[in-house]
């Protein structure tokens, strides 16, 4: 089985430097993804990991740490629309919809 | 047009009624997926189709029927639905890749369709 734990709830004020954290336990392994989900919208993809390290992407940036079974999402210069909720999904085979998400965390930016 | 494609947006439906969702990929992607996702809860997966073969039903109940006549189009037929399949149901795809093991392409969904069963 898998078990995905990551924060409900996290607000941080604009232009400031979030991280949201990801544990995870799954059977397999192949690469964990963040997705940013706006209320009433679908999710959109943010970023992958399956080798451990940091890999940057603009504003995002995501950490993977296999052995620790943890992750985190970097967001920096926060922005109002960076309000939504982000869905940790680790990937446990090579088919990408087999993720299991997690409840996800909503964030708010505050001005 | 690109990307995934669903219709209806909303759908309202009596528990006698029997509806189908749409979704269509302009991704060139070989799998197709059907989520449920209701108020509070994360992600459900609930099918699965690589390559228009069902590959996985997450213990679904039998008034969800999906349909992927190729790998562009899927359908989820609904029939004889309950008040609890009230839900946002998406349609997602990806490319699943064999060639390089270690590598997963991450989904790319639809703006689902927004279900009230009464």
């Known amino acids: 089985g898998q078990n995905i734990d990551q924060p409900t709830e996290m607000t941080a004020t604009e232009g400031a430097i979030v991280q949201i954290n990801c544990t995870y336990q799954?059977?397999?392994?192949?690469?964990l993804f963040w997705y940013q989900q706006h209320a009433g919208e679908a999710p959109t993809f943010l970023s992958y990991?399956?080798?451990?390290g940091l890999e940057e992407k603009g504003r995002f940036s995501s950490f993977l740490s296999r052995s620790k079974g943890y992750s985190y999402l970097l967001l920096k210069e926060l922005q109002m629309k960076d309000s939504a909720s982000y869905l940790c999904?680790?990937?446990?085979?090579?088919?990408?919809?087999?993720?299991?998400f997690g409840d996800g965390t909503t964030l708010t930016v505050k001005p | 047009e690109t990307g995934v494609t669903q219709t209806p947006r909303h759908l309202v439906m009596g528990m006698t009624n029997k509806k189908s969702l749409k979704c269509e990929q302009h991704?060139?992607?070989?799998?197709m997926y059907w989520y449920k996702q209701s108020a509070k809860k994360p992600l459900e997966l609930m099918f699965v189709?690589?390559?228009?073969?069902?590959?996985e039903n997450n213990s679904v109940p039998s008034r969800f029927s999906p349909e992927c006549p190729n790998s562009s189009h899927l359908f989820l037929h609904l029939h004889t639905l309950q008040p609890e399949d009230s839900a946002l149901y998406l349609c997602?795809?990806?490319?699943?890749?064999?060639?390089?093991?270690?590598?997963?392409?991450?989904?790319?969904f639809g703006n689902g369709t927004r279900l009230t069963v009464t």
């Open positions: 799954t059977s397999g392994f192949n690469g």
């Open positions: 990991n399956v080798l451990d």
């Open positions: 189709y690589n390559f228009k073969e069902q590959t």
């Open positions: 997602a795809s990806s490319s699943r890749r064999t060639d390089r093991a270690y590598y997963n392409s991450p989904l790319h």
């Open positions: 999904a680790p990937a446990g085979d090579t088919n990408a919809g087999k993720s299991t």
């Open positions: 991704l060139g992607h070989n799998a």
